[in-house]
């Protein structure tokens, strides 16, 4: 069985109505400095991003737990 990696700025998970973009992050700086970028490209203005570092609380929201 292999390990799924998770996390990264290329994996997040986006919150539509609550227009909000979670990233897990384990080590978030300087990692962290990238994601106003990464949403000014891939998101509309009034979307905000979120940073974790709890892998429980993420897969919550990806429904894993």
Not at 7 to 18: A, E, F, P, S, T
Not at 26 to 48: H, S, V
């Amino acid at each position: 069985m292999t390990k799924k990696n998770i996390g990264g700025l290329n994996d997040y998970i986006v919150l539509k109505d609550k227009k909000e973009v979670i990233f897990y992050l384990e080590n978030a700086y300087p990692t962290c400095l990238e994601i106003p970028a990464i949403m000014k490209q891939r998101f509309p203005d009034d979307y905000q991003s979120i940073v974790t570092s709890d892998l429980d609380e993420f897969k919550k929201y990806r429904g894993q737990v």
